[in-house]
């Protein structure tokens, strides 16, 4: 799996959770939903995402995100 695919994946299932989170517990888990929002805004305007880095030290490589 390539590092595109898992920060998708990943920001994907936090917006899910979060926003599931928000409605049946407290929506306070709604600040988690705008962080991976704002952090998805930030990477795309500078080209900075911590999780990459982590990736990468981790040893997955960098693909094709979309075919």
């Given at each position: 799996m390539t590092i595109e695919?898992?920060?998708m994946l990943v920001a994907g299932f936090m917006v899910l959770l979060s926003t599931l989170l928000s409605v049946?517990?407290?929506p306070e888990?709604?600040?988690l939903t705008g962080f991976v929002g704002a952090n998805l805004m930030f990477s795309g305007i500078t080209g900075f995402c911590p999780m990459?880095?982590?990736l990468r030290k981790l040893g997955f490589?960098?693909?094709i995100a979309f075919r």
């Open positions: 695919k898992i920060v049946y517990h407290t888990w709604l600040y990459v880095i982590i490589k960098h693909g």
